[in-house]
């Protein structure tokens, strides 16, 4: 095995033990708080409903650093939970009425959202592409020499056919828009793989992929979607693109 696999292997190995142990202490953190008396019936009832899935999701992605995701995952478990809880328990906040709470503050949660994205561009740092060697790309690029594709779009569309002879892979980010990217004439090194990142917010992403191409995916959705319409995928292939991709209330295509 080589250093770069083990490396993978052992990162994967750690993650994993903390996302186990983190489960474990937030089940004995409930026992303990309902053997104490401060889980009462309306607090129970109002913990296992389906906001628990989004704060579950939050959690994992915490664990493993995926801090923007992770953020807006637990803001948006937090939004649809509290009027859940005011509705059993109105006492806790009387000047807030849970009837009608997501169609009268809905704006707040989108607004949270935007805020994290917006910080997360000028504060962050893009570690994941650092690992495998890729340059830090600047705003206006779309397509850079080194065969890499960039493309960030707020409140808009992009429809785009890329000509790359030495694609290795690309990053596009979707806020409150849609993309259309065409990568049928683009061309994988030999015996290299490429790895496209997509990170979706309200908004909808169409890829088109050679057919002769292995396709491996990896997607972290919150009431989105993503689906394959490919005929068939050549697992066997010597050319692979592995999409890493993170949604919320979005959705993604593939075809051929």
Same mark, same amino acid.
């Given at each position: 095995?080589?250093?770069? !696999?083990?490396?993978?292997?052992?990162?994967?190995?750690?993650?994993?033990?903390?996302?186990?142990?983190?489960?474990?202490?937030?089940?004995?953190?409930?026992?303990?708080?309902?053997?104490?008396?401060?889980?009462?019936?309306?607090? #129970?009832?109002?913990?296992?409903?389906?906001?628990?899935?989004?704060?579950?999701?939050?959690?994992?992605?915490?664990?493993?650093?995926?801090?923007?995701?992770?953020?807006?995952?637990?803001?948006?478990?937090? %939004?649809?939970?509290?009027?859940?809880?005011?509705?059993?328990?109105? &006492?806790?906040?009387?000047?807030?009425?849970?009837?009608?709470?997501?169609?009268?503050?809905?704006?707040? #949660?989108?607004?949270?959202?935007?805020?994290?994205?917006?910080?997360?561009?000028?504060?962050?740092? &893009?570690?994941?592409? +650092?690992?495998?060697?890729?340059?830090?790309?600047?705003?206006? %690029?779309? &397509?850079?020499?080194?065969?890499? #594709?960039?493309?960030?779009?707020?409140?808009?569309?992009?429809?785009?056919?890329?000509?790359?002879?030495?694609?290795?892979?690309?990053? =596009?980010?979707?806020? =409150?828009?849609?993309?259309?990217?065409?990568?049928?004439?683009?061309?994988?090194?030999?015996?290299?793989?490429?790895?496209? &990142?997509?990170?979706?917010?309200?908004?909808?992403?169409?890829?088109?992929?050679?057919?002769?191409?292995?396709?491996?995916?990896?997607?972290?959705?919150?009431?989105?979607?993503?689906?394959?319409?490919?005929?068939?995928?050549?697992?066997?292939? +010597?050319?692979?693109?592995?999409? !890493?991709?993170?949604?919320?209330?979005? !959705?993604?295509?593939?075809?051929?």
């Amino acid at each position: 095995m080589s250093n770069e !696999n083990q490396t993978k292997h052992s990162c994967n190995s750690r993650k994993g033990i903390i996302t186990f142990w983190s489960i474990v202490l937030i089940v004995v953190l409930f026992f303990f708080l309902k053997n104490a008396g401060l889980l009462t019936s309306v607090y #129970l009832s109002t913990l296992f409903t389906w906001p628990l899935i989004l704060f579950i999701i939050s959690i994992v992605c915490l664990i493993h650093r995926e801090w923007v995701f992770g953020i807006i995952s637990l803001a948006a478990a937090k %939004f649809f939970w509290l009027p859940i809880l005011l509705k059993d328990a109105p &006492e806790l906040c009387p000047c807030i009425s849970a009837d009608g709470f997501v169609h009268r503050y809905w704006y707040l #949660l989108v607004a949270f959202i935007a805020i994290v994205i917006i910080l997360q561009h000028i504060f962050g740092k &893009e570690n994941r592409w +650092e690992k495998h060697g890729w340059k830090k790309f600047h705003s206006n %690029f779309q &397509e850079d020499k080194e065969g890499y #594709l960039k493309s960030s779009i707020v409140f808009s569309r992009n429809e785009k056919i890329y000509l790359n002879e030495n694609f290795k892979g690309g990053k =596009f980010e979707t806020v =409150f828009g849609s993309q259309e990217i065409d990568l049928r004439k683009c061309i994988i090194p030999k015996g290299e793989k490429a790895y496209l &990142e997509l990170s979706i917010v309200f908004g909808s992403c169409t890829i088109w992929i050679p057919e002769e191409w292995n396709l491996k995916t990896n997607s972290k959705n919150v009431f989105s979607s993503f689906d394959n319409k490919r005929a068939q995928n050549p697992e066997n292939a +010597e050319d692979m693109l592995v999409i !890493n991709s993170e949604c919320v209330f979005s !959705n993604i295509e593939i075809r051929s």
